[in-house]
């Protein structure tokens, strides 16, 4: 029986409206399947969207509009990639046009067909065959064609074989006809890995083997492992496995973990090609892994936040290495946090997710006290090595020489003496975070944030908020006094002191400034080499390399974080914390870690040093509920700014009215909607910043307020005097 053809398609399109669009059937098309690309005109535009289903309207309507062409005979999304994008966009309010291209590649979101990932494979033709002999000897030509006379070579084999000047030579084959190529998928068939797995420990042994029993089903497991305890090979064990039940697997890594030494690790252990996606690839290259995942040619993904977004056709594990990574959380646009995501695809899938951190949040630890997830620990540190000690240092009474305290030199002194290498950590960049009038108490504030402006070098200004710059002014701009003094040590200054008073001593400085581009911390790393020296730099240092001579850590504050109005402060400092300490001793050297603070008997800084992270975390969560605060409760967080007050107070105050008036017609009396305040951070860029929070104990409470609140809020007309936007779980409230 013929399905009646829909009276009009329902598209998803990437523009900043909560709903579909509604267009008349292309000419002579078929009805898509849900998530194929259609091209529609949009007002001047010609858009690429995406079916999502029939519509109701009227399809002679006079303002119905054709759709173009339909671009897929298949959608790029697989089912339960679709429905898990669906899910999202619902969950983290977002109109779903823009989630599903956020989903996408650029040149696929911009409608260009999926890549062919097929690659070009050499042979002798039988004309190469006999004439084979009579290529001169030692040519690259004769070099190639005897080459070629073993079997059917891809590029990169004839790259590797011939040398320079291949292609030079293939092309003068192929022009004789003694060449020829076909284009065909490369084989996935496995190869013996480069290296071969450490023998596990018996930790390591228990955890791969509780991962493995969870093969075939969903379920969550936290890998605990404290820094350097081998959780990388935790992983790669679970990987091999998941590759022998002929699998696909996808790894998750902060931004900063994917290094190439990282990427080379994972490469050289594993018996297949291991695809990569990260912001230094090209849109084709991107495209193209698209592609390979889809079509089940990649086996192995590694990749930083949007990776979360690929296809697993054959999908059998998933992991997120340093699960409470602040990176995972988009923080504009679509607000998806790529860790959760990435438990709903493994849930919509059917396959185990595992997620392994030193410090996990507390998000995921209450799941893992509350038996929601298997809780796998690694407690000792791989090969022998042993745990760093710790000394908190009371630097109340101390002078401070640029933020170094006397003891610490002394130390550092004695580690470079003794043929080891120091890491001086200060997560602010910059010369010294306020400049101040020493005669009137004046201090450079940036006009358009009001906020302390950055000392860069002598001479500049800059505000971290915002990029705005300016120089030094000459004097004083209240008294005109001639004191300007920096006050406060960034790692530019640390550098210097550092500098001076350790001459000749190899210094490398780890920041934003510093090291830009792919690789430049890699570089960084190898520039120091295994000769004495400092690193000094920001939390860029915090994370996963191994320097087997960095013998001692220097925290020069431990304060930020302590005393902050942000919840989850506490709980950053610590995990940062203990990153960077976990960089001292991981090899045969023991490690220790000089923490300079004016707080020493600060109890969170005391559990944290004499108890450890999850004697510190259990701490944490004890206030958390008493406080109400997630992961006892859940949020959300409506922001908005404007340059002039009344309108942002006008858009805040009917926002909150209508939170309330919708949650009333509920009856969901679990929602409180705080009244409106001012932004933690209330002027950034010269814009005034303000919030209406929501709290809920009840998760779906509080989903089915943002649900009918969402689409709602457009319809407000103060809200098109502002930029608003909804935070579902913010991380930061600011
Ligand atoms: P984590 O990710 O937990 O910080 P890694 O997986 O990077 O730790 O391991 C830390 C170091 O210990 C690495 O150099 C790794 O090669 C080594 N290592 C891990 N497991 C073993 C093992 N079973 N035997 C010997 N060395 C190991
Ligand atoms: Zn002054
Ligand atoms: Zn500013």
Known sequence: MPVPAPATWRIALSVPLPRLFDYRPADGASTPAAGCRVKVPFGSRSLV?????????DPEGPELRTAEAVLDEVPLFDPPLWQALGWAAGYWQRPLGEVLATALPVALRQGEPLPDTRIAFWHLTEAGGTALAGLRRGSRPRALADYLAQGERDEAALAASIGPGWRDALRRLEARGLAASILRVPSREAHAPARAAPELSPEQAEATAAIDALAGRFAVALLEGVTGSGKT??????IEACLARGRQALVLVPEIGLTPQAIRRYGERLPVPVLVLHSGLSETERAATFAR???GEGRVLIGTRSAVFSPLPDAGLIIIDEEHDGSYKQQDGFRYHARDFALVRASGLGVPAVLGSATPSLETLQHARSKRYAWLTL????????????????IRSQRLEHGLSRPLLDA?????????????????????PVLLCHDCGWHADCARCDRPLTLHGRHRLICHHCGHRRSVPPACPDCGGLALVPQGAGTERL??????????VPLIRVDRETTRGR???????????????ILVGTQMLAKGHDLPKLTLVAIT??????FSADFRAGERMAQLLVQVAGRAGRAQRPGEVWLQTHHPDHPLLQTLVTRGYPAFAEAELAERAAAGLPPFSHLALLRAESPHAEPLNAFLAAAHALAHALARAQGSAEVAAHPPMPAPMPRRAGRLRGQVLFESTHRPALQSLLRTLYPALFDLPEARRVRWSLDVDPVDLY
């Open 495 to 504: 550098e210097e002191a550092l500098a001076a008073r350790f001459p000749g």
């Open 519 to 533: 690789d430049a911390l890699g570089k960084h790393f190898d520039a120091l080499g295994d000769a004495p020296g």
């Open 233 to 238: 090979e935790v992983y790669l064990a679970a």
């Open 49 to 57: 969207g995406f079916y999502v289903e029939a519509g109701t309207a």
């Open 557 to 562: 504050s431990a304060d930020e974080g302590l």
């Open 379 to 394: 407690r000792e540190r791989a090969g022998g090595a042993r745990p760093p000690r710790v000394r908190v240092l009371d």
């Open 293 to 295: 995942m889809a079509r």
């Open 412 to 432: 550092i002194a004695d580690c470079l003496a003794r043929g080891e290498q120091a890491l001086v950590f200060r997560n602010r960049r910059g010369y010294a």
